[in-house]
């Protein structure tokens, strides 16, 4: 069963805008981990934070975790039309496996 | 700098046949796994490898084998094909509690 569930299922935003999307897990974790899936394409790796962590960034990137409602979220600033691809988050129990949630489409519009 | 394929890139095949997906990185990373991708399910994990001769089974294995004879190499068989392993395919490498890195996946549509 998926751990994580991303929320909303679709985003569409103006370029420059921000997006935001969100995670919810169900179990205690190690750490959890953002990708991204351009059309076509495997996942790649934007962002780990670790279960004792509340906020990260890189570059336009930042994401908070909030393990007491166990929950985070992805906010990209001033977005590009590059930035339209699937976003998925997934966590680690501790156990070196990940559990994906079905994703966050965002399309950038120019 | 090839780091992980997946070959081949697009299969089709008809129910009942064994078909073998391939995996090959060249990290020696000695975690190594497989996904699928269904529309409304994300990644959901078949298998996975922590070494070389050491494997597991994942959220949905039924149907499906592998192997790990050597650090770099991952096959995934489906040993008699059915329509509802059409899907995409996706093979990893990871370190332990680091992030994974993914190949671009195998698109199979068995008929």
């Known amino acids: 069963s998926q751990q994580g569930e991303e929320d909303p299922q679709a985003l569409s935003i103006q370029e420059g805008e921000n997006a935001t999307m969100n995670c919810s897990y169900k179990?205690?974790?190690?750490?959890l981990q953002w990708y991204r899936q351009n059309s076509g394409r495997g996942l790649v790796h934007l962002i780990l934070?670790?279960?004792?962590?509340r906020e990260k960034h890189s570059g336009r990137l930042r994401v908070t975790l909030d393990t007491s409602k166990k929950s985070s979220s992805l906010l990209i600033t001033a977005s590009r039309a590059a930035d339209t691809a699937s976003y998925f988050c997934?966590?680690?129990?501790?156990?070196?496996?990940?559990?994906f949630g079905a994703g966050t489409t965002v399309t950038v519009r120019a | 700098d090839a780091g992980i394929t997946q070959s081949p890139r697009y299969k089709i095949t008809e129910t009942g046949r064994q078909v073998t997906l391939m995996c090959h990185q060249t990290?020696?990373?000695?975690?190594m796994f497989w996904y699928r991708q269904d529309l409304g399910h994300g990644l959901r994990l078949i298998y996975y490898?922590?070494?070389?001769?050491?494997?597991d089974k994942g959220e949905v294995p039924d149907g499906y084998v592998v192997s790990r004879s050597k650090t770099e190499n991952f096959p995934l068989t489906l040993e008699s094909a059915t329509r509802s392993q059409t899907s995409v395919y996706f093979c990893?490498?990871?370190?332990?509690?680091?992030?994974?890195?993914f190949g671009d996946g195998t698109r199979l549509s068995i008929l």
């Open positions: 997934a966590t680690d129990a501790n156990d070196y496996k990940l559990s």
């Open positions: 934070i670790r279960s004792n962590e």
């Open positions: 179990t205690s974790i190690n750490n």
């Open positions: 990290w020696s990373h000695s975690y």
């Open positions: 490898s922590a070494a070389a001769d050491i494997t």
């Open positions: 990893a490498t990871g370190t332990g509690n680091q992030p994974q890195h």
